[in-house]
T-cell receptor, first 114, second 115 residues
């Protein structure tokens, strides 16, 4: 069975602070895919990043960066110099093998105060 | 263009009503999904259509009836719903991908209130 855990339920920061969201996953499959989605108050889930289990290269894209470590089954996400518009719920999700059923973590609510 | 559209944005219905939710995408995706999301919870998968055929039904009650008329459209027919069915209903689509792992792109959702 697959499982995704986001231990942080809510994070509150002041604008321009960095914020790191933790994600730990469990799967017995050797081929899997990890995702981060952002859900602003409007409700739409916005796709941010996708990584497969064979690609541990970490990446920086603008103010976003990701740290994928298979050894610890973690896929953490950092927002650098946070802005008020970053306020949202962030979901980490796992997809395994040839299936198309996403397993979501519980989500982390990020509140960026001006 | 990674746009999935959903109508209506908001829906209020009584327990005896029949209504339908509509989802549309023009990205050439051949897999489409319905999710239900309760407040402060992650989305829960309801149905998956792959090449217009129902491939996954997550034991959803029969008062929810999905329909995929063509590769661009996905409907969710609602009948005799209960107040606990009030939620945000999200549609998503993806390439089918023989190897799996395709990104699912979500629509803005329909906020449903059952009175």
């Amino acid at each position: 069975a697959q499982k995704v855990t986001q231990a942080q339920t809510e994070i509150s920061v002041v604008e321009k602070e960095d914020v790191t969201l933790d994600c730990v996953y469990e799967t017995r499959d050797t081929t899997y895919y990890l995702f981060w989605y952002k859900q602003p108050p409007s409700g739409e889930l916005v796709f941010l990043i996708r990584r497969n289990s064979f690609d541990e290269q970490n990446e920086i894209s603008g103010r976003y960066s990701w740290n994928f470590q298979k050894s610890t089954s973690s896929f953490n996400f950092t927002i650098t110099a946070s802005q008020v518009v970053d306020s949202a719920v962030y979901f980490c999700a796992l997809l395994t093998g040839a299936g198309n059923k996403l397993t979501f973590g519980g989500g982390t609510r990020v509140l960026v105060k001006p | 263009d990674t746009e999935v559209t959903q109508t209506p944005k908001h829906l209020v219905m009584g327990m005896t009503n029949k209504k339908s939710l509509k989802c549309e995408q023009h990205m050439g995706h051949r897999a489409m999904y319905w999710y239900k999301q309760k407040a402060k919870k992650p989305p829960e998968l309801m149905f998956v259509y792959s090449y217009e055929k129902l491939s996954i039904n997550e034991s959803v009650p029969s008062r929810f009836s999905p329909e995929c008329p063509n590769s661009s459209l996905l409907n969710l027919h609602l009948h005799a719903l209960q107040p606990e069915d009030s939620a945000l209903y999200l549609c998503a689509s993806s390439l089918p991908g023989l190897a799996g792992g395709e990104t699912q792109y979500f629509g803005p959702g329909t906020r449903l209130l059952v009175l």
